[in-house]
């Protein structure tokens, strides 16, 4: 049999469009028979934007998923295309594409704006960038981290990263003024200084990560009920990682060397000798599962508070701005004429802006956003592929993709309707982590 | 009213309908131990069906305007809509997209405005115990 269309008793849906595909059983799907539909979203309850994953099961296991986006699209690009808004209030449109790399973008897009004008960045301002998204970074894996943590159902975990996450968001306040949404770069420069009295406060953050960090690494490493729900569990390899071009921690946790900080340095990046990070450096042969995810994340902390210090102690004097006037930075964006691309290692992976700009006109003539999310989708393919219905929280958190927890499952099967809440996801969830707890 | 006249536990479900995940996190960093609204009986659930408060954030995208709506019919009365961020409220920088059909309060009514892109925990804290205080007085009536 196959599956029904559940959609005349989902009290989330409505009864217009979302049809579970109906396919034909080939091979060997055929000759062990039923597969059924589990349309999961778009609607969930935790930390994400509403996506909707169909997943078609045997039993427990995964036989497929089909995903569907776009419940998100807001139209960001088309509003920086049209007339009416100048680059200033288009950067502040680039920094809203998304709340936890809040500083990425604007990084990205600022670059790929000054490419194209040809507008030259001072070095005090390169520094202060980095020094922002580097925090963001460590913010965003933290954040990851404890998300992680609660769809394993460890919640002790997620409540101890939380809680050692707000010291960076106490700097990144302290040094912008905003816990998110920094608002730092601007075409030509930064738009804050990082005062003297200010880097006792960074250099206090630097040395409480540098202390936990071996506690975080404890709890989340050289923990058994991590280890067994984790090890071999959303199996990326690496061939598949090239193949469908994964960037970010999901690629480099399939031992891919990959990170355009080390491949296309950008801004003061060159003098900090970025390597990407793969398992590797952490003594394990990496086999791309979620284990392997945790390990780069948390040792991308390390890396960035390297870079931190390095940047701190090396802080050039001089400019942060070369247009410390508005009104002269507007005249100047308003004559420009070109196009650039800017790039930028987000803590998810690459995200690349195009801009092309005309001469007379105030806002962009075209602009094109890749966010990092959008090349790591397609792993899930391969990561959910055979693996339990139990998983599923686990894996589709660990690309980090702004997507992490469920809402309700539907299970039709042989005409007897059930629902399944996401409660009961992570229950299944919870009650698999006390199993091999024994 | 203060926190501690608290009659019940609180609980909240969370519908994002297109929003960056600024105001996303900073819910979640309000259940998290720095600011632990847990420890008032508020916490976060799966399904709109146990909740007593709606928290909506976005500006509420073409596709989700329905889906909103019926999440706001799953809600059991007496129920109290908060809606956290300034997309949310006013449509914010989003207010001339093809795509976006918000601000919340042109699908659903809407009880709470809590602005700030995103606001920080303790706005939201304080949106959600205004809420408390209709919901208090809609039991009184009844």
Request: proline share 7%.
């Given at each position: 049999m196959s599956a029904r269309n559940p959609k005349d008793n989902d009290p989330v849906l409505p009864a217009v469009e979302e049809r579970v595909v109906e396919r034909e059983l080939v091979g060997a799907e055929a000759a062990l028979g039923e597969t059924f539909a589990v349309p999961i979203g778009p609607i969930h309850p935790a930390l994400k934007e509403p996506i909707r994953l169909t997943f078609r099961v045997r039993g427990e296991r995964i036989v497929g998923v089909d995903i569907r986006t776009g419940f998100a699209h807001r139209g960001i690009e088309f509003m920086g295309m049209r007339q009416g808004r100048n680059l200033i209030q288009i950067l502040y449109l680039a920094e809203r594409i998304c709340g936890i790399c809040s500083v990425s973008h604007p990084i990205a897009f600022t670059q790929a704006v000054e490419r194209a004008a040809g507008i030259e960045v001072p070095p005090r301002a390169q520094y202060i960038r980095v020094i922002i998204s580097e925090l963001e970074r460590i913010h965003s894996h933290l954040l990851w981290a404890g998300v992680a943590a609660h769809e394993l159902g460890f919640d002790t975990l997620l409540h101890l990263t939380w809680r050692v996450r707000e010291k960076v968001l106490d700097v990144l306040e302290e040094l912008s003024g905003n816990r998110i949404d920094y608002a730092i770069p601007i075409f030509g420069g930064v738009r804050r200084d990082i005062a003297p009295e200010q880097y006792p406060k960074v250099w206090e953050a630097i040395r409480y990560y540098r202390g936990l960090l071996e506690q975080l690494l404890d709890a989340f490493l050289r923990d058994p009920t991590v280890e067994a729900r984790t090890r071999g569990v959303g199996v990326l390899e690496p061939k598949e990682a090239e193949e469908l071009c994964a960037v970010g921690p999901t690629a480099r946790a399939s031992g891919l060397r990959k990170d355009v900080r080390q491949d296309r340095p950008y801004l003061a990046y060159p003098d900090f000798q970025v390597r990407a990070i793969t398992p590797e450096d952490y003594g394990l042969t990496p086999v791309g599962d979620v284990y392997d995810k945790i390990v780069v994340r948390l040792l991308e902390v390390e890396q960035s508070l390297n870079i931190i210090e390095q940047a701190l102690e090396n802080m050039p004097e001089g400019e942060i701005t070369s247009f410390p006037k508005i009104p002269a930075l507007l005249a100047y964006l308003k004559k420009a004429e070109g196009e650039g691309l800017g790039w930028h290692e987000a803590p998810r992976g690459e995200v690349i802006h195009y801009v092309r700009l005309a001469a007379g006109e105030e806002s962009l003539l075209v602009w094109k956003v890749k966010a990092p999310t959008y090349s790591n989708l397609l792993s899930w393919y391969p990561m959910f592929e055979d693996q339990e219905i139990a998983d599923i929280p686990i894996i589709a958190a660990s690309i980090d993709p702004c997507i992490c927890c469920m809402d309700r499952v539907y299970l039709v099967r042989g005409g007897k309707e059930e629902v399944w809440p996401k409660e009961k996801l992570l229950k299944l969830s919870w009650e698999k982590t006390r199993r091999m707890q024994r | 009213m203060g926190l501690s006249a608290f009659k019940r536990a609180l609980w909240v479900f969370h519908v994002a309908t297109g929003s960056c995940n600024g105001c996303d996190i900073e819910i979640v960093a309000a259940l998290?131990?720095?600011?632990?609204?847990e420890r008032f009986g508020i916490r976060l659930v799966g399904t709109p069906r146990h909740a007593d408060v709606l928290l909506v954030t976005g500006p509420v995208t073409r596709p989700m305007a329905e889906r909103l709506k019926r999440v706001y019919e799953q809600t059991p009365d007496p129920k109290a809509v908060v809606v956290v961020g300034g997309c949310g409220s006013t449509s914010g920088v989003f207010y001339e997209s093809y795509n976006v059909v918000g601000p919340v309060d042109r699908i659903i009514p809407v009880d709470v405005y809590v602005p700030g892109c995103p606001p920080r925990p303790e706005a939201i804290i304080d949106g959600v115990v205004k809420a408390v205080a209709k919901l208090e007085k809609l039991g009184a009536k009844a």
């Amino acid at each position: 049999m196959s599956a029904r269309n559940p959609k005349d008793n989902d009290p989330v849906l409505p009864a217009v469009e979302e049809r579970v595909v109906e396919r034909e059983l080939v091979g060997a799907e055929a000759a062990l028979g039923e597969t059924f539909a589990v349309p999961i979203g778009p609607i969930h309850p935790a930390l994400k934007e509403p996506i909707r994953l169909t997943f078609r099961v045997r039993g427990e296991r995964i036989v497929g998923v089909d995903i569907r986006t776009g419940f998100a699209h807001r139209g960001i690009e088309f509003m920086g295309m049209r007339q009416g808004r100048n680059l200033i209030q288009i950067l502040y449109l680039a920094e809203r594409i998304c709340g936890i790399c809040s500083v990425s973008h604007p990084i990205a897009f600022t670059q790929a704006v000054e490419r194209a004008a040809g507008i030259e960045v001072p070095p005090r301002a390169q520094y202060i960038r980095v020094i922002i998204s580097e925090l963001e970074r460590i913010h965003s894996h933290l954040l990851w981290a404890g998300v992680a943590a609660h769809e394993l159902g460890f919640d002790t975990l997620l409540h101890l990263t939380w809680r050692v996450r707000e010291k960076v968001l106490d700097v990144l306040e302290e040094l912008s003024g905003n816990r998110i949404d920094y608002a730092i770069p601007i075409f030509g420069g930064v738009r804050r200084d990082i005062a003297p009295e200010q880097y006792p406060k960074v250099w206090e953050a630097i040395r409480y990560y540098r202390g936990l960090l071996e506690q975080l690494l404890d709890a989340f490493l050289r923990d058994p009920t991590v280890e067994a729900r984790t090890r071999g569990v959303g199996v990326l390899e690496p061939k598949e990682a090239e193949e469908l071009c994964a960037v970010g921690p999901t690629a480099r946790a399939s031992g891919l060397r990959k990170d355009v900080r080390q491949d296309r340095p950008y801004l003061a990046y060159p003098d900090f000798q970025v390597r990407a990070i793969t398992p590797e450096d952490y003594g394990l042969t990496p086999v791309g599962d979620v284990y392997d995810k945790i390990v780069v994340r948390l040792l991308e902390v390390e890396q960035s508070l390297n870079i931190i210090e390095q940047a701190l102690e090396n802080m050039p004097e001089g400019e942060i701005t070369s247009f410390p006037k508005i009104p002269a930075l507007l005249a100047y964006l308003k004559k420009a004429e070109g196009e650039g691309l800017g790039w930028h290692e987000a803590p998810r992976g690459e995200v690349i802006h195009y801009v092309r700009l005309a001469a007379g006109e105030e806002s962009l003539l075209v602009w094109k956003v890749k966010a990092p999310t959008y090349s790591n989708l397609l792993s899930w393919y391969p990561m959910f592929e055979d693996q339990e219905i139990a998983d599923i929280p686990i894996i589709a958190a660990s690309i980090d993709p702004c997507i992490c927890c469920m809402d309700r499952v539907y299970l039709v099967r042989g005409g007897k309707e059930e629902v399944w809440p996401k409660e009961k996801l992570l229950k299944l969830s919870w009650e698999k982590t006390r199993r091999m707890q024994r | 009213m203060g926190l501690s006249a608290f009659k019940r536990a609180l609980w909240v479900f969370h519908v994002a309908t297109g929003s960056c995940n600024g105001c996303d996190i900073e819910i979640v960093a309000a259940l998290t131990p720095r600011y632990d609204v847990e420890r008032f009986g508020i916490r976060l659930v799966g399904t709109p069906r146990h909740a007593d408060v709606l928290l909506v954030t976005g500006p509420v995208t073409r596709p989700m305007a329905e889906r909103l709506k019926r999440v706001y019919e799953q809600t059991p009365d007496p129920k109290a809509v908060v809606v956290v961020g300034g997309c949310g409220s006013t449509s914010g920088v989003f207010y001339e997209s093809y795509n976006v059909v918000g601000p919340v309060d042109r699908i659903i009514p809407v009880d709470v405005y809590v602005p700030g892109c995103p606001p920080r925990p303790e706005a939201i804290i304080d949106g959600v115990v205004k809420a408390v205080a209709k919901l208090e007085k809609l039991g009184a009536k009844a």
